[in-house]
């Protein structure tokens, strides 16, 4: 089966503007996957262009297997657009059949999909009434019901929770869940750290439109750690002995700050500051967060 | 094939639900309303009054008609233009295009769609108003102008026109450039119309080719004057003048032209909606 996405040296240029330099990247069958970057990174840009509303200006891609553009790739492809905007003098019922029949679904499979659909995100008694009344939380639903009704493999969500209350975005959360259950990939796009902590498996961290980094989440946050020692007797020698642990070692009087890549050399700093002579009065193991990571890797300035 | 039909049915819906058709209905009704009550009494002062021979009075009539398609055509035009002018180009900006397009559709079904509720909505626009005028000279003053069908075809072709052009320029451009463009194209072809006509009336070859060349940039004046022309009263044709008709008549060449005119805007627009970064 091929991959869900599969895109190399995808580049766009509008004008001057380069809005994505060279994206490279594979999402495979049933992942969900983190799509992380700066405002302005080509985060939205890209996934405009892996759903053929964008021609790129060089490089190719599959999705689902079919080349980007192909209308027949679409078929079983989901899309909450960032700044949704919805035809608002349709009800939410007449909404989701509008694009049910769009998607080519019989009215027997409508009539069946689309109470489903608006029971799942909570507006079933908003069935009749016009999306024009509708608070943007209620849009964000609708727009996700309409992502979901053919039943995709691939989902593309382009920051689905930034409307939202705590509720809608558990809902979210939950729908995401459900989905990945279900076996459907899942393309989030969001600079929403913690969402993404929470309901990824592999996150990509992209800046003025290239892949920084791609990582298995789990790796990341459980890989990665800094450890705060507080210690007295603290020499430059033994603090150049330290670097073999850690490439990046900060000392502030008795504060010192490690960055290490697992828990396992521990013991071994322990032991070591130990044997040299050095009082250590704590040492703390701190998981390392998405957002320093995030920090870390995109830098501090935004990608202005 | 089926997504254009969602997508037609889609626009009709859009203007029945933002009360366009509500508004255009009736004011149209109330345009014939006004339109029959006028003829009705000029109709009751030409049966009774004696003055008035038979030839003069069918051409009264028949002027009383022309002047009221002239209208008609004018505000189809409008209707053409206004109900249309925003459709691609709104919702590029607005961004409820983006839905539609990642579904599994192609971009020329879009258009497609649009041009075929349009088309629809305009099409019983113009019968609604240009069948309204005929019935009401006809009901009323017992009066039947000559090619009544073709005159109101080519009344149609003028409205599918615009609307071509005008879902070329949303495809281009933004909702006012569009506007901007259509209107002054329109009145290009109008100040060209007339220029035409008098030029013809003072036999200035220069000032009917002035005519002919407006027609050329876009033909909708000149399809209006051929409609005229066709219903004119016979009498009025051997003249060769009138306020809506001129010596110069467009030939069938130019209605040939408008029809390709019509058809190749068209196409660009499927054109260049489909190579439109969205």
């Known amino acids: ?304 | 094939m089926r997504t254009t039909l969602v997508i037609a049915r889609l626009t009709f819906r859009e203007a029945a639900r933002r009360k366009i058709l509500l508004a255009a209905v009736a004011l149209g009704v109330i345009f014939l309303v006004v339109y029959a009550i006028g003829f009705y009494y000029v109709n009751k002062d030409l049966s009774t009054s004696g003055n008035a021979g038979l030839i003069e009075r069918s051409e009264i009539r028949n002027f009383f008609m022309m002047a009221g398609l002239y209208v008609v055509n004018f505000l189809c035009v409008m209707m053409a233009v206004l109900t249309s002018v925003d459709t691609l180009s709104g919702e590029i900006a607005s961004g409820t295009i983006h839905t539609l397009v990642a579904k599994p559709v192609q971009r020329w079904e879009i258009v497609v769609g649009k041009a075929l509720g349009f088309s629809g909505m305009l099409t019983l626009y113009v019968l609604l108003m240009g069948g309204g005028v005929v019935a009401v000279v006809y009901l009323l003053g017992g009066y039947q102008a000559p090619n009544v069908l073709r005159g109101l075809s080519l009344m149609w072709l003028n409205v599918i026109l615009l609307l071509n052009v005008s879902l070329l320029g949303g495809a281009t451009l933004s909702t006012l450039a569009n506007g901007v463009l259509v209107f002054g194209m329109y009145g290009i072809a109008f100040l060209g119309g007339w220029i035409e006509q008098v030029g013809s009336l003072v036999q200035n070859q220069t000032a009917v080719n002035i005519g002919i060349i407006s027609s050329l940039i876009i033909p909708s004046e000149a399809i209006w004057r051929r409609a005229a022309y066709e219903m004119q009263s016979p009498l009025v044709q051997a003249l060769g003048f009138s306020p809506f008709s001129s010596g110069s008549v467009p030939s069938l060449f130019m209605i040939a032209y408008a029809i390709v005119y019509a058809a190749i805007a068209l196409l660009l627009a499927i054109r260049q909606f489909r190579l439109r970064d969205l």
Not at chain 1, 34 to 60: C, D
Not at chain 1, 238 to 252: I, Y
Request: charge should be negative.
């Open chain 1, 1 to 304: 089966m091929p991959a869900a996405i599969e895109i190399h040296s995808l580049r766009k240029v509008f004008g001057e503007k380069v809005a994505v330099a060279d994206l490279t990247l594979t999402v495979e069958r049933g992942e969900v996957f983190g799509f992380l970057g700066p405002n302005g990174a080509g985060k939205t840009t890209a996934v405009k262009m892996l759903l053929g509303l964008i021609a790129p200006t060089s490089g190719e891609g599959k999705l689902l297997g079919l080349p980007l553009g192909d209308h027949l790739g679409r078929e079983r492809v989901g899309f909450l657009p960032e700044h949704f905007r919805f035809h608002d003098w349709l009800t939410a019922e007449e909404f989701l059949r509008l694009h049910g029949e769009l998607y080519r679904m019989s009215s027997d499979r409508l009539r069946q999909r689309v109470p489903e659909l608006l029971d799942l995100v909570g507006l079933a008694p908003h069935a009749g009434k016009r999306l024009r009344t509708f608070s943007k939380g209620m849009l964000q639903r609708i727009g996700l019901a309409q992502a979901l009704l053919n039943d995709p493999k691939l989902v593309l969500l382009d920051e689905p929770t930034s409307g939202l209350d705590p509720v809608g975005r558990r809902l979210v959360r939950d729908i995401i869940h459900d989905l990945r259950e279900g076996g459907t990939t899942v393309f989030l796009n969001s600079h929403l750290l913690s969402e993404v902590e929470i309901t990824c498996d592999r996150v990509a961290f992209i800046k003025h439109g290239v892949v920084l980094r791609t990582s298995i989440l789990q790796e990341l946050v459980e890989g990665e750690l800094t450890v705060e020692v507080r210690a007295r007797g603290l020499t430059s020698e033994v603090l150049s002995g330290l670097s073999r642990w850690s490439p990046g070692v900060r000392a502030d009087g008795e504060h010192l700050s490690l960055t290490l890549a697992g828990e396992a050399d521990l013991p071994d700093i322990n032991r070591y500051l130990v044997e040299r002579g050095v009082d250590v009065y704590s040492l703390s193991p701190q998981n390392i967060s998405l957002e320093d990571l995030f920090i870390q890797i995109v830098g501090t300035d935004g990608g202005l």
